[in-house]
């Protein structure tokens, strides 16, 4: 930036060619610039100047931009429709074309000759109608700064600031846009309240897609409990969050909604949530909850909304209940046609200032209404009609919306109907009968027949033995009856029996926010303890994925891997059956302040050297390299010796002999363990499990969940909290603090360094699993210097992907300034 002193040059543009200047050249620019203007004035009109920077008595003209450095956001003036005169100061998402902030939505202008401008006493406002009238965005109670200039930062926030005369900032965020939400939510944004100010922080929806001016609904931290947030209709509730979890990092109502990424901050001064992903979080037309095109809360628009958590919809009048399709469902319009209705009908005043979903809301609680539609060009105001008015279908009309009418005809039709359709019934009763027990065996024929052919390419050749109900005390009872692995399959009501038909009593933990897979504990009747996982009907793990697992670990015999003990397939049920593990998983000891007492070091370097070993087993010495591909702390089962073994074979990866990596589109994993290469371009290889296998190091050695965030200067992952504490040297404030120093302090550094090689950005840099169980068992090998891991600086992801066709729904952040 230039000194204040020095003469300043600005970037002319001819024909959208720029021409740059020096200071040196400052009179021979003025010359050029003179010439130019004299020879083009009668060709061309004067061009529009685009700037990153506003500086103090310059204009920007309707017409100019003030850009972003990136130029991925930029600050002008815009009409939002052909058809209005109305003119608005905002930023617009170049990605998007949206206009996500603006400056004067209530207060629209409309003199295409307004601009912004810094005046000399530092106040920024808009002026128009010849400079009679002005609009004050910001005046400044301060002695009037003499320096000042309007910036805008590539995600959208318009900042004032004061420089001083060597270029540097004197007083940063004078004034900043992102204290005045208007219908969207950006990252760096905050919803609650300033205790010092009273000032609250909260985003209105717009009158419609096309007027930005405040519309009904608003989002904001609740006054009566500071830990949620609400949507209103209004003075309605229509919608809360519910309360802030902050082990869990979000709200009850939000689980599993990715856009929903907030922090939680309270002092003395304020209190707010603040959101932290670049995507946007919009409220706009008919109360709908946007991030991008993606709606993910509709509790009363248009669309037949999906009733999420928090919603709270509309009383429904007695005289349209017979309209719902159900005792929660919304009465929606059952059809609408552009054109005109054959008489006029009730319009509400304008300055009730309806919106679309107002109008609907009018109509619903009108009993006589039939029909609604906005009345303006920007789809806001409202009118409302009877059954007498009749439709006209035209071309140019507007778009009316008609509610399903209930009609003697009607009622009548449907009592025939009735008693037709219940004639019916009763003589396609019988049928039903047989065909239900046909099916039922022929069900039972196929399932046989399934489960002859599973267990036939799970244990080779062996002949199938019947349903194992563990009556014989453990024998399968027919010849042959073991596979070559001694696999049993179980029948369906004997896991139930053994589980005491699955009750929560005997859950043993979660395999997915979705329940997708849950694992049971249980007891046959000759008294053997089982493990049982079952799988879910809405798991996104098929029978491929199934055998797959069940193949794995029938094949794989090592002391650091789960044992399988048989498997039960029966209509839609997939149930595979371990060695029971009375410890649980490691998961349940270490993320928990009373439970991870248990582990000392001595326990934790065992768990750490015995998920080696295992992983060594899988990669090099098994007859083909498996990739686990979901390694974590929840599928590391612990023995009466506390001794680990690893669990959940349904997203491995076997490799050929010859072969060392490959690419998939199918991604499967779990957030926080995923390397980057398999993470961002779906390359698989034995170093996706080092990786996995770093961070679960990490969290064994700090008792810290990898995916939780870690405040230093701003929230940062735990790979990135180890990574900046061992590069100030500090890596013992690492070391969980219930260890209370009963631990070598060089052995515990060594497997922090371990773990910082294995999450290594590239995957050559990382070592093999042979390499760590030698550096595991031997201090005196010396270990290169780790360098910068991957995903070290994740304070706020700027991308977000989501992969639906995974078996779990992951998040995956494009992590920069790498």
């Known amino acids: ?230 949507i209103w209709w209004r003075e309605m509730i229509m919608w809360t969050s519910g309360e802030w979890d902050p082990n869990q990092q979000t709200f009850r109502n939000t689980k599993g909604l990715v856009d929903f990424n907030f922090t939680y901050v309270s002092n003395e001064n304020e209190t707010y949530f603040k959101y932290f992903f670049l995507s946007y979080l919009n409220i706009i037309r008919d109360g709908s909850l946007y991030s991008g095109s993606n709606t993910y809360y509709s509790c009363a628009s248009n669309d037949r909304p999906p009733f999420q958590a928090g919603c709270k919809m509309p009383d429904t009048p007695q005289c349209r209940k017979s309209q719902q399709h159900s005792d929660n469902d919304l009465v929606l319009p059952s059809w609408n046609g552009t054109g005109k209705m054959s008489m006029e009908g009730f319009r509400f005043d304008e300055s009730e200032n309806l919106t679309k979903s107002d109008c609907w809301l009018k109509c619903l609680h009108n009993c006589s209404c039939v029909a609604y539609s906005t009345t303006n060009e920007d789809d806001s105001g409202c009118e409302i009609w009877s059954k007498t008015a009749k439709f006209v279908a035209t071309n140019d009309g507007r778009n009316i919306y008609f509610f399903p009418v209930k009609s003697k005809a009607t009622s009548k039709r449907r009592l025939i109907l009735s008693c037709v359709a219940g004639g019916v019934a009763a003589i396609f009763m019988s049928c039903c009968i047989c065909f239900v027990l046909w099916r039922k065996h022929k069900a039972k024929v196929n399932r046989k027949m399934k489960q002859e052919k599973l267990l036939l390419e799970i244990g080779g050749n062996a002949t199938p033995p019947p349903a194992y109900d563990s009556s014989s005390k453990g024998k399968i009872g027919s010849k042959g009856g073991k596979t070559n692995h001694d696999m049993h399959i179980f029948s369906f009501g004997s896991i139930a029996t053994a589980t005491d038909n699955f009750s929560s009593a005997n859950k043993l933990g979660e395999g997915g926010e979705n329940e997708a897979k849950r694992n049971f504990q249980g007891k046959l009747k000759d008294g053997q303890e089982i493990a049982i996982k079952r799988l879910s009907r809405s798991s996104g793990q098929g029978l491929e994925e199934f055998k797959n697992e069940a193949q794995l670990i029938a094949k794989l015999q090592h002391r650091n891997l789960v044992r399988l003990q048989g498997f039960c397939i029966e209509g839609e049920e997939r149930i595979l059956i371990y060695e029971y593990m009375p410890n649980k998983s490691l998961d349940f000891y270490l993320f928990d302040f009373n439970e991870k007492k248990v582990l000392n070091w001595k326990r934790r370097f065992c768990i750490i050297e015995g998920i080696a070993q295992g992983l060594v087993y899988l990669h090099n010495f098994s007859r083909l390299t498996v990739v686990h591909r979901d390694l974590k702390a929840s599928n590391i089962l612990l023995d009466d010796e506390m001794r680990p073994k690893i669990l959940d074979f349904g997203m491995a990866r076997i490799f050929k002999s010859k072969e060392n990596e490959e690419k998939t589109n199918r991604i499967a994993g779990t957030f926080g363990y995923m390397s980057p290469e398999y993470a961002m371009s779906g390359v698989v290889s034995i170093k996706t499990d080092v990786f996995s296998y770093g961070v679960l190091l990490l969290e064994i050695v700090t008792g810290k969940k990898g995916n939780n965030y870690y405040q230093t200067d701003g929230p940062i992952n735990l790979i990135g909290y180890a990574w900046q504490l061992w590069i100030e040297g500090k890596a013992s404030e690492l070391i969980d603090p219930i260890l209370e120093g009963s631990y070598s302090p060089s052995e515990v550094l060594r497997c922090i360094h371990i773990g910082l090689l294995c999450v290594q950005d590239k995957a050559t840099d990382r070592p093999t699993m042979l390499h760590v169980v030698s550096f595991l068992s031997s201090e005196i090998i010396q270990l290169a210097p780790p360098k910068q891991p991957a995903f070290y600086n994740v304070k706020e992801p700027d991308v977000l992907y989501i992969n639906h066709d995974s078996l779990n729904v992951i998040t995956i952040s494009d992590v920069s300034g790498r």
Not at 99 to 111: E, G, H, K, L, S
Not at 203 to 223: A, H, Q, V
């Open 1 to 230: 930036m230039e000194n204040a002193s020095s003469p300043k040059c600005k970037s002319f543009r001819f024909q959208n060619f720029p021409i740059q200047t020096s200071p040196m050249d400052c009179k021979a620019c003025r010359i050029l610039f003179l010439l130019s203007c004299a020879c083009f004035l009668h060709l061309t009109r004067p061009s529009k100047l685009s700037r990153t920077i506003l500086w103090q008595g310059e204009k920007l003209n309707f017409g100019d931009l003030l850009e972003s450095n990136s130029g991925e956001t930029s600050l002008s003036f815009f009409k939002p429709s052909n058809y209005s005169n109305n003119i608005y100061l905002g930023v617009n998402a170049l990605l998007f074309s949206y206009y996500f902030w603006v400056a004067n939505r209530d207060t629209p202008i409309q003199d295409p000759k307004a601009y912004l401008i810094l005046d000399e006493q530092g106040s920024l406002k808009i002026l128009y109608n010849n400079d009679r009238d002005s609009l004050v965005l910001y005046s400044s109670s301060l002695e009037a700064p003499t320096n000042t200039s309007i910036i805008l930062s590539d995600k959208g926030n318009v900042i004032l600031r004061e420089m001083n005369l060597d270029g540097s900032v004197k007083r940063d965020f004078l004034w900043q846009g992102f204290d005045y939400p208007t219908d969207t939510l950006h990252g760096g944004m905050k919803l609650g309240i300033s205790k010092r100010t009273g000032q609250r922080w909260s985003i209105t929806s717009r009158r419609s897609f096309n007027n930005p001016s405040s519309g009904p609904f608003m989002l904001g931290m609740d006054p009566n409990n500071t830990n949620q947030l609400v």
